[in-house]
C-alpha cells in the first residue's frame, strides 16, 4: 500500500498549490457516493512493487482502497460496502443480478446521489452494460478498475478511483447512462471495450469515441449515448434470480456445427454467432444454426472483428429468421439477449431491442 499512499499524498500537494480543477467542493455541497467493492486488480496484492501479472486480484477489501486515498473526502461522503471479492474473469449471472439489485435498492435512497463500483478489468464492459440496461435511476453509476495491483510502482488505481468518485459526484454524469471512469477518460457502458491486454489505457470506444475527460479532476463531457438505458429500458431485474442460457459460438475458417448442436442439447434458449467480417457464418455452422432457430433458439449475428455495424446480409440469414447484432460486439450482445428473453421469445420484438439499446 505504500504506492497507494504516495499516490495520494502527490495528489494533496496539487490540491494545496490550487491546481486548475482540482479544488474540492464545499463541505455542505458534497454528494453521498457509495462505492460498492468487487474485487479485481484495483484490490490485487502482488509479491513485489514490480510486478504486474501473477498478483492475487480482490486482496484487499474496500475500506483499505478508501483510507488509502483520501482527497476522496474533498469531493464527496463516501462510504463503502463488499459485494465479493473475485478476479473478474470469474463474474456470474447471479453477480450480476445481486449488484443490479443491490444498486436499484441503494439509489432509491434520498441519502444517495451516486455509485461506484470497483471491478476487475477482464469483464468490467460486461457489467458495465448488463447495469446499463438494469439499472432504474438517472443517479451516476461509474465503474473503475485498474491494469496494474495496488502494490506496483505507478499504480493505476488511486488516480482511477478518485476521478470515478469525481465523475459519480457531478451533476454533468446525471442521466447519462452507466459509465466507466479510468486513464482520465469517462466511456458509455454500451460502447466501451478493453483493447489491449495489460495497458492502463486499455478502455476505449472503438469509431465511437469515448464521452468525455476527466481534466486535471473535473469531469467534462462531450457527447453522450443515443441509445436507450437505465430508467428507459424495459428490464427489471429486482425480482429475477437467473437469467434466460445463451452462449456465444466463435466463427473461424473451416467452422462446424459442432459446437451449435452441443448449445442445442444443452438448452440454451440463445445463441450468438461471433461471426467473420459483416456477421457472416461459415456454410457448415448456417445449417446447424438455422436447426436452431427452427426450434425457437434465437439466434443472433455479431461479428468478431471489433468495429462495426452487422446489418443485414445474404437472404439465407433473413429467411433463416436470423437477427442482427447491430454494434454490439458478441459479448454485450450476448447480455442484451439474455434480458430480451426475460421478456419475450419473439424473433421480431427482440430485433426491434438490438435497434433501441
Avoid at 459509465?179 to 492502463?200: F, H, P, Y
Avoid at 440463445?270 to 433458439?297: M, R
Avoid at 455479431?302 to 460486439?329: C, K, M
Avoid at 447480455?335 to 430485433?351: G, P, R, S, V, Y
Amino acid at each position: 500500500m505504500r504506492k497507494w499512499l504516495i499516490s495520494s499524498c502527490m495528489v494533496a500537494v496539487l490540491m494545496v498549490f490550487g491546481m486548475q480543477g482540482a479544488l474540492a467542493a464545499p463541505a455542505g455541497d458534497k454528494p453521498n457516493i457509495r462505492i460498492i467493492a468487487t474485487g479485481g486488480t484495483i484490490a490485487g496484492s502482488a509479491a513485489s512493487d514490480t510486478a504486474t501479472t501473477g498478483y492475487k486480484a480482490g486482496a484487499l477489501g474496500i475500506d483499505t482502497l478508501i483510507n488509502a486515498v483520501p482527497e476522496l473526502k474533498n469531493y464527496a461522503n463516501v462510504s463503502g460496502e463488499q459485494l465479493c471479492s473475485i478476479d473478474s474473469k470469474d463474474m456470474t449471472n447471479a453477480i450480476w443480478l445481486q449488484l443490479a439489485k443491490r444498486i436499484n435498492a441503494l439509489l432509491s435512497q434520498d441519502d444517495v446521489d451516486g455509485i461506484v463500483i470497483t471491478h476487475g478489468t477482464d469483464t468490467l464492459e460486461e457489467t458495465a452494460y448488463f447495469l446499463n440496461l438494469t439499472v432504474k435511476s438517472d443517479k451516476p453509476v461509474v465503474l473503475v478498475g485498474a491494469m496494474r495491483p495496488a502494490t506496483a510502482i505507478s499504480a493505476d488505481g488511486p488516480m482511477n478511483l478518485l476521478n470515478a468518485v469525481r465523475v459519480a459526484s457531478s451533476k454533468a454524469a446525471v442521466g447519462k447512462g452507466v459509465l466507466v471512469a479510468m486513464n482520465d477518460e469517462i466511456n458509455g457502458a454500451r460502447d466501451v471495450t478493453k483493447t489491449n491486454t495489460t495497458t492502463v489505457s486499455t478502455f476505449k470506444a472503438p469509431e465511437l469515441g469515448f464521452l468525455g475527460y476527466i481534466n486535471d479532476g473535473v469531469p467534462e463531457f462531450y457527447r453522450e449515448s443515443t441509445r436507450k438505458h437505465t430508467r428507459q429500458t424495459e428490464f427489471n431485474v429486482n425480482h429475477m434470480d437467473a437469467l434466460p442460457y445463451v452462449k456465444i459460438i466463435y466463427g473461424h475458417a473451416d467452422d462446424d456445427g459442432l459446437f451449435v448442436e452441443a448449445a442445442i442439447k444443452a438448452g440454451v434458449k440463445g445463441i450468438v454467432y461471433a461471426g467473420t467480417g459483416n456477421g457472416s457464418i461459415h456454410k457448415n455452422a448456417e445449417a446447424a444454426l438455422a436447426k436452431a432457430a427452427a426450434q425457437g433458439i434465437v439466434v443472433v449475428r455479431s461479428s468478431r472483428v471489433g468495429n462495426g455495424t452487422v446489418i443485414p446480409a445474404e437472404q439465407s440469414y433473413i429467411d433463416e429468421h436470423f437477427l442482427d447484432g447491430d454494434s454490439l460486439n458478441p459479448q454485450k450482445a450476448r447480455i442484451l439477449l439474455q434480458l430480451a428473453l426475460t421478456k419475450t421469445n419473439d424473433f421480431a420484438e427482440i430485433q426491434q431491442m438490438f435497434k433501441i439499446y
